[in-house]
């Protein structure tokens, strides 16, 4: 279940057009339709074979991984000119700077938590 289109998308289950798992918004993604097409056309064919179809559906929803959360800031990005319409993921560098930040702000919160417990009085 991961095959390309003509963009190099793989197929995966929608984070931006979910209803019930995503399933039918990725189809529409990866195909460039209408997702609430996919999802008609899903309705159309559970009415001769619901079974059938909703176990289609559901074997989707367990073989299709959920989209990145960078993809979804990359497809609002396109623009159908190019076929470089995204941006890299961060570097690793970047990640870690991100971290170390995070980490110095929450120490530095732990801190000022610690020095207001630890005062005399505190507490009773």
Partial sequence: M???NRRGLRLYR?????VIFGVCGGLGEFFDLNPWGVRLVWVLMSIP?????LAAYV???VLMKPAPAHRAAWAAKDTGQDDNWFEAPPTHGEVLRRLTERATALDGRIRRMESIVTRPGFGQ
């Fill in 2 to 4: 991961t095959g390309s």
């Fill in 14 to 18: 929608s984070r931006d057009d979910s």
């Fill in 49 to 53: 074979a619901l079974p059938a179809v």
């Fill in 59 to 61: 074997v989707l929803a």
